[in-house]
């Protein structure tokens, strides 16, 4: 399945360049100076070289899939939109759609019709306020809570449960939005778990990412409480 995929990150870099009859970098040298976040701390330039960039975006599209249509509000000088937002979809060959203002990042979000999107914390907790903002409007917060909490049950007894007002509220809010993978800081696995009810998987993207594109996820597997393992595959990570 995946010898292909392992091949020597510097392999690839110089197939790629002799195709494109380019002037050969050291696979080592400093090819990219992102901001990290400075969710935590004070943002840092970060150097990352070329063998390290791509090892991470190979072993990032070897364990994470995501659908045909990425949209994104995230900011391409820091490192999680650089290497999420840019290098990957590159790589994989989607469509992205960029947001220009964050004033209309909703509006944008569900004219895309992307069912892809990445996003930090905060926005995460925008789309789940509007949620409950409109089924507020609507006079329907008591008939929600009911409905999460029969979706909730059906989920452990593993049984799948529709929801006419649940679907409704979704559509209304992020259209045809499938997944979404947050970085910058931890998200609420309260928020991960109501997210997951509506019918989007959100899984974590934080961590490490001056050095690492995506964080630690495997497969889509969903991990709310914590990162989930780290690739298996990552020699670049004390060099870039």
Not at 221 to 232: D, H, K, R
Request: aromatic share 8%.
């Amino acid at each position: 399945m995946g010898e292909s995929l392992w091949i020597p990150a510097t392999a690839t870099i110089v197939m790629i360049v002799e195709q494109l009859g380019l002037a050969m970098m050291p696979p080592l040298a400093n090819t990219s100076s992102p901001f990290t976040s400075g969710t935590t701390s004070q943002s840092k330039m970060v150097m990352l070289s070329q063998q390290g960039i791509m090892q991470n975006l190979r072993e990032e599209c070897y364990h994470v899939y995501l659908y045909d249509r990425m949209f994104t509000a995230l900011p391409f000088y820091h490192a999680y939109g650089l290497n999420c937002a840019v290098l990957s979809p590159l790589l994989r060959g989607i469509h992205v759609y960029i947001n220009g203002n964050l004033k209309t990042a909703m509006r944008d979000l569900k004219l895309a019709k992307a069912d892809t999107t990445l996003m930090v914390p905060l926005m995460v907790d925008v789309i789940h306020n509007l949620i409950w903002l409109s089924a507020e409007k609507a006079g329907k917060t008591e008939e929600l809570r009911k409905q999460l909490g029969r979706a909730k049950l059906m989920k452990k007894l593993h049984l799948p449960y529709k929801s006419k007002l649940m679907e409704q509220l979704r559509n209304d809010t992020v259209g045809t939005l499938r997944l979404v993978v947050s970085g910058g800081a931890r998200l609420n696995p309260e928020i991960c778990e109501e997210f997951e009810l509506f019918g989007m998987q959100l899984i974590q993207g934080y961590g490490n990412n001056g050095t690492e594109a995506e964080g630690g996820r495997v497969q889509n597997l969903i991990y709310t409480n914590c990162l989930g393992p780290v690739f298996a595959k990552n020699p670049w990570w004390a060099e870039a």
